[in-house]
């Protein structure tokens, strides 16, 4: 389905481009295409990797497009239980920090089912933090499930939290986490999938619009072909999707149309990643 049949029920007349601020292109197989025709349309992508072999190559393919920014990832459900191998990986990770302003996908995974490797995530979430507050002024898009508590401590102790802007990807944890993640300066990037729970669509409603962005983390899996309008469709019925949650819970002044959310979620982009 084409950008313009699937927005066809949503009225985007007047809207400025959408940016995607947690996307994986690198599960994308039309990846060049994807970053072209988002660069026609004025678009700002986030992309995402899961380990940090992959930040090179993607980088460099990525090169001739400004409107996509490529992370440096190693995303919690890769994180290796092994110990020497998990420091061999670690050891890469650091030393690639340094040519690298974007920092994504990472952070922990309390979840049941990579539980068992939470000590050895901690690990290397504290050991990434620690060197990005000392070179300051990363973008750090940040993988928190059942653990937002802990990445909150070490964002702090490490001193990212006032260095880095750290950025909550699809925050699905626990109100009194979000509040702390809201005080602390943090941005949160917002889509379908938290958007699609009654508790996503109050933290849609409760996060001040200064600290959200827009996100797809799309595809799911790897290999695929997506194609820029599946992206484009996805952000903007997020838009709406907050548009009707704020409407419901108004906070203070902030606006509630479409519109003008999108505007103001895009002037967030700019300011976050220029
Ligand atoms: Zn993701």
Same mark, same amino acid.
């Given at each position: ?26 599960? /994308? ?14 678009? /700002?992508? +986030?992309?995402?990797? *899961?380990?940090?072999? @992959? ?5 460099? @393919? /990525? ?41 994504? @996908?990472?952070?922990?995974? +309390? ?6 490797? &939470?000590? !050895? ?23 928190? *499930? ?10 702090? @102790? ?21 509040? &702390?993640?809201?005080? !602390? ?8 999938? /938290?958007? !699609? ?40 019925? !997020? ?33 976050? +990643?220029?």
């Amino acid at each position: 389905m084409g950008e313009e049949e699937g927005s066809q029920s949503l009225n985007i007349s007047g809207f400025c481009a959408l940016h995607d601020a947690h996307v994986h292109l690198a599960f /994308m197989n039309d990846r060049i295409q994807v970053a072209k025709d988002a660069a026609e349309k004025g678009s /700002m992508l +986030f992309s995402n990797t *899961v380990v940090p072999s @992959e930040f090179e190559p993607h980088a460099a @393919e /990525m090169q001739p497009y400004s409107n996509v920014f490529v992370g440096l990832g190693m995303h919690p459900w890769w994180i290796e239980a092994d110990d020497s191998l998990r420091h061999d990986i670690l050891s890469c990770y650091l030393d690639l920090i340094p040519k690298a302003r974007y920092l994504g @996908e990472i952070g922990l995974d +309390f979840g049941l089912k990579h539980e068992h490797t &939470r000590d !050895a995530q901690v690990e290397f979430l504290t050991g990434i933090c620690r060197q990005a507050a000392a070179e300051g002024g990363k973008v750090i898009s940040i993988h928190a *499930v059942r653990s937002a508590a802990t990445v909150l401590d070490i964002l702090e @102790e490490t001193g990212c939290i006032s260095t880095c802007t750290c950025i909550f990807h699809w925050f699905s944890d626990t109100g009194s986490s979000l509040n &702390r993640a809201i005080r !602390a300066g943090c941005m949160f990037s917002v889509g379908r999938y /938290m958007l !699609a729970s009654k508790r996503g669509l109050s933290y849609a409603a409760q996060i001040p619009l200064a600290q959200m962005l827009l996100e797809t983390d799309d595809p799911e899996g790897e290999g695929v072909t997506w194609g820029y309008s599946a992206i484009a469709k996805a952000l903007v019925s !997020a838009v709406f999707s907050i548009a009707q949650a704020r409407e419901k819970h108004p906070q203070g002044n902030q606006p509630t149309a479409p519109k003008e959310l999108s505007a103001l979620l895009s002037n967030n982009m700019h300011r976050v +990643f220029l």
